[in-house]
């Protein structure tokens, strides 16, 4: 006997939608000891994409044909614009699309945080921390404490020159999940390292999107300008889909967390 109709519809409205965020073609990390990359959620395109904009957004001139320049000149021009935006921001980390070069610095790294080796720091310095306000105790130089007063919550490092909490990243639930994992995986971002060089070899796929600002016909994308418009451009050619696709992850994302906010 099939069930009533009112029943059906409401079994199919009860039905949860596929999970928010994309595909990651290229992920980064080993799943072992780091995390691995394989899905990208909306608060990593929202990050992602601020810097991303921020950037070019002081180049928005750089987005445009210059005076006598010939457009497959301009469209070369602007997509290199696009990879620099990658690679110094270093904002798409997530993506093994972009490579980069270590060397390691006259100071040797260590490989094993103080709090495994120094049982009594705790006790006078504050070190790892979770929560909305900092730890109460005074943090030492490269104190990690994952700032829980936002939406998403965010890894702060303090640093002793600047006397000040300086965002790193914002941090996934499900990697709070393993706290100590995840504090020892930290620190090893904070040891020292110099980065050489930052590439973006495959940047050849922001050809379009730079023809398409070139030539003025961005479309609906382009609505909210130039900057973010590319912007989403170049997420979406590290994620292999279309910058409406992105914009339109963003827009959602950015809409239900502001209603989420206000109640």
Not at 8 to 14: F, G, K, L, P, S
Not at 189 to 204: D, I
Request: glycine share 8%; with cysteine.
């Amino acid at each position: 006997m099939r069930a009533p109709r009112e029943s059906r519809t409401a079994d199919r409205r009860r039905r949860p939608g596929p999970a928010p965020g994309f595909r990651n073609p290229s992920p980064v990390g080993d799943g072992i000891e780091e995390p691995r990359t394989d899905w990208i959620p909306p608060h990593f395109l929202d990050f992602t994409e601020q810097r991303l904009r921020q950037h070019l957004v002081a180049r928005r001139k750089e987005l445009r044909p210059r005076p006598g320049e010939g457009i497959e000149d301009a469209i070369r021009r602007i997509a290199r614009v696009g990879r620099r935006a990658v690679e110094e921001t270093e904002a798409a980390w997530w993506s093994g699309q972009i490579g980069s070069y270590t060397e390691e610095p006259a100071k040797p790294r260590r490989e094993t945080p103080p709090w495994r080796w120094n049982q009594t720091r705790e006790h006078f310095w504050a070190t790892r921390h979770v929560g909305p306000t900092p730890p109460p105790k005074r943090p030492a130089h490269g104190a990690l404490w994952v700032d829980t007063s936002t939406a998403a919550p965010i890894l702060r490092l303090w640093g002793k020159k600047k006397r000040a909490w300086t965002a790193m990243f914002e941090v996934p639930d499900e990697l709070l999940k393993d706290r100590e994992g995840f504090f020892d995986w930290a620190w090893l971002l904070t040891q020292p390292t110099v980065l050489r060089e930052t590439m973006w070899p495959h940047y050849s796929a922001l050809l379009p999107a730079a023809r398409a600002l070139a030539t003025g016909k961005m479309g609906r994308a382009g609505k909210s300008g130039r900057p973010a418009f590319f912007a989403c451009a170049i997420l979406g050619a590290l994620l292999k889909v279309s910058p409406e696709h992105i914009a339109d992850a963003l827009n959602h994302y950015r809409r239900t967390r502001s209603k989420g906010r206000s109640l």
